[in-house]
């Protein structure tokens, strides 16, 4: 059974693009494989098994962007609120531990960077502020322990 994938129709089309330039790759792998294959004995031939290994790799990274192309489900951006924290809310929270504050974005997992502040809401952190109020308290589960944050703002 495939899972739903949620994204933004930004997203949805950067997910699009990226099959597109994937699929577009197999002519050239092609070719590498024929001209490797025309050099002769296949047995001691490096470069037909490193072409055939990137035709697998290729067809692998297709498949998956096929999967999650297939299953996105598009979040309609116009009924997001800010009473409880979903998917695409930015949350401000405040670390109990050190006091420190950090903003996240919540967003699908083929979205998510870690680096501009998008947390995919599968993540511990994720599932845990999901549904959350302005001033709940929230313990999540880490491999390094237990996170507490308190939830400061909920923004658009």
């Known amino acids: 059974m495939s899972e739903i994938h949620y994204v933004t129709a930004e997203g949805l089309e950067k997910l699009k693009a990226e099959l597109a330039e994937a699929i577009s790759q197999r002519p050239v792998i092609s070719k590498q494989i024929a001209e490797a294959r025309d050099k002769g004995d296949l047995s001691e031939n490096a470069e037909y098994d490193a072409a055939k290994e990137a035709q697998g790799l290729l067809e692998l990274k297709i498949s998956k962007l096929e999967n999650l192309v297939a299953n996105a489900r598009v979040i309609d951006e116009s009924k997001i609120n800010t009473d409880r924290i979903q998917m695409l809310n930015k949350v401000k929270l405040k670390n109990l531990l050190n006091n420190q504050i950090v903003e996240y ?12 502040g998008k947390l995919a809401a599968a993540t511990p952190i994720g599932k845990a502020l999901i549904g959350k109020e302005r001033g709940d308290v929230v313990e999540v589960v880490v491999p390094s322990g237990i996170l507490k944050f308190e939830v400061l703002d909920i923004s658009i």
Not at 105 to 116: H, K
């Open 105 to 116: 974005t919540l967003v699908g997992e083929s979205e998510a960077n870690f680096r501009e």
